[in-house]
């Protein structure tokens, strides 16, 4: 249907043509649009300056000028101005409501939610006040937002907010916990809670299952199942913050609850990059959980281009899950290895930008007969060379689930003995959570 004057439009007004955008429906469906301006040149043609505001199908942004020209009763020509959609930025999730869908608030990250809002027809102001409820443990709903009724129910109609709980937490003999969560969709998910002379370490996943087949790891023998969303790679922790408010831990801030974050629990991180990118915005802002840089370390496996990305778009922690340093025992542990090799990623920690004494965390499971003689150690020194490194030496939890075996208490030290003496700070780490299944390569999402 063609657009038809409307004789009370004027600039500034709410939807000056009448049935204006019909024509293009349903890609239009639920935009609102504003005359910016009018002009009369003749009685016969009249020219509106339209802004539409609203979400459309497959595009994210508003910011949409249509020129109108209409010269008569039946005939309009349109000039459509400015047709190129907001650019979305890496690593964000459209924050637009696609029809049938409802965006979830705690998917985006702060600068999202503040453009979310504005398109709502709210102040930016609201969308920084927002965000930092949301990050509030014990913030469970739109009513603790701290908004008014109206915004409530603008707001409710439009999106929704998701909150984690565990389905299940498990305790272990060395005070580890671990929890599981089951997501809407049925996949289950699992955080590792790890205390420590007063501090907390949490674990976190950031996919359900894992694609890289490591075959030391229970993850990757299950599968990939699909990547989370922001919202609950940051759900677990507001979920672990509120276990731990309910187990009477108290501390000033929210933020002090926990003391690291650590992305090596289920999944690749670097595989699911761009929710990976939203999730550490949000819990870095200042607004919300505020993590400083050096409280978060992402592992990852080896996925090269990613590596390079990361250290552009974020200043955090890098560990990496070396195990072998041999191409060949690596490729066999590893399928990721095949495709970048042990060259190709130690070229990249050599690029990762480290700060003033940072270095990169290098883990290696230690598998008896495969990676753990002393020729394997003074390899991997030789390797490391040159890259401010520190090692994780982790024997191998022997899960009964997998073909390894951990190597005896003697061979790890002399292996451990071989790194210090060529000057690597080198630890031996006993696993935790052994016997709830929450050591490391364990997590396999059975709860
Ligand atoms: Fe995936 Fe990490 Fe397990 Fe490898 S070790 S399969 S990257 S979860």
Redesign the pocket.
């Known amino acids: 249907m063609l657009p038809r004057r409307n004789p009370e439009a004027s600039e500034g007004s709410e939807t000056p043509i009448q049935g204006g955008l019909d024509f293009w429906a349903p890609a239009f469906a639920g935009v609102t649009t504003r005359c910016e301006a009018t002009s009369s040149f003749t009685d016969k043609l009249n020219v509106y300056l339209i802004y539409l505001s609203g979400r459309v199908k497959g595009f994210l942004g508003l910011e949409y000028l249509l020129l109108y020209f209409e010269t008569g009763q039946r005939m309009c020509y349109r000039v459509c101005m400015n047709m190129q959609p907001k650019q979305r930025t890496a690593g964000s999730p459209d924050p637009i409501l696609q029809r049938g869908e409802q965006t979830d608030l705690r998917d985006l990250t702060p600068d999202q939610l503040r453009d979310y809002v504005v398109a709502l027809g709210l102040p930016a102001k609201r969308g920084r006040q927002i965000f930092a409820k949301l990050c509030r443990p014990g913030t469970f709903g739109f009513s603790q937002l701290g908004i008014s009724r109206e915004v409530i129910t603008l707001l409710s109609s439009h999106a929704t907010m998701s909150n984690l709980a565990p389905v299940t937490v498990e305790k272990s003999a060395d005070t580890t916990e671990k929890f599981a969560f089951r997501l809407a969709d049925g996949a289950v998910i699992e955080s590792v809670l790890i205390p420590e002379d007063g501090r907390h370490t949490l674990c976190i996943s950031s996919q359900a299952g894992?694609a890289?087949?490591?075959r030391f790891?229970l993850?990757?023998g299950q599968g990939f199942v699909r990547n989370l969303r922001p919202a609950e790679i940051v759900g677990q922790v507001l979920a672990v913050m509120n276990h731990m408010v309910a187990s009477g831990i108290e501390r000033a801030t929210p933020r002090e609850l926990l003391n690291n974050l650590v992305f090596m629990g289920?999944?690749?991180p670097l595989a699911n990059y761009d929710n990976l990118l939203a999730a550490l915005t949000i819990l870095m802002d200042d607004h919300g959980l505020g993590f400083s840089e050096r409280r978060i370390t992402v592992s990852t496996?080896g996925i090269v281009p990613r590596m390079d990305d990361l250290g552009r778009d974020i200043r955090v922690n890098l560990a990496v899950?070396l195990h072998a340093a041999d191409d060949g025992v690596r490729s066999s542990l590893?399928p990721v290895n095949r495709t970048h090799n042990l060259e190709s990623l130690l070229g990249a920690c050599r690029r990762y930008p480290l700060g003033k004494k940072k270095v990169i965390l290098f883990e290696y499971i230690m598998l008896k007969g495969i990676n753990d003689s002393l020729a394997d150690a003074q390899l991997l020194a030789e390797k490391l060379q040159g890259i401010p490194s520190r090692i994780n030496l982790l024997p191998y939890n022997g899960s009964g689930e997998t073909e390894f075996a951990c190597p005896d208490e003697a061979q790890t030290l002399a292996f451990q003995k071989v790194l210090r003496e060529a000057g690597f700070n080198t630890f031996i780490r006993q696993s935790r959570g052994a016997d709830i299944s929450a050591a490391c390569?364990q997590l396999a999402g059975k709860s």
Do not use: V
Request: charged fraction near 5%; charge should be negative.
């Open positions: 894992c890289m087949g490591c790891c993850t990757g289920m999944g690749e496996c899950s590893m390569g």
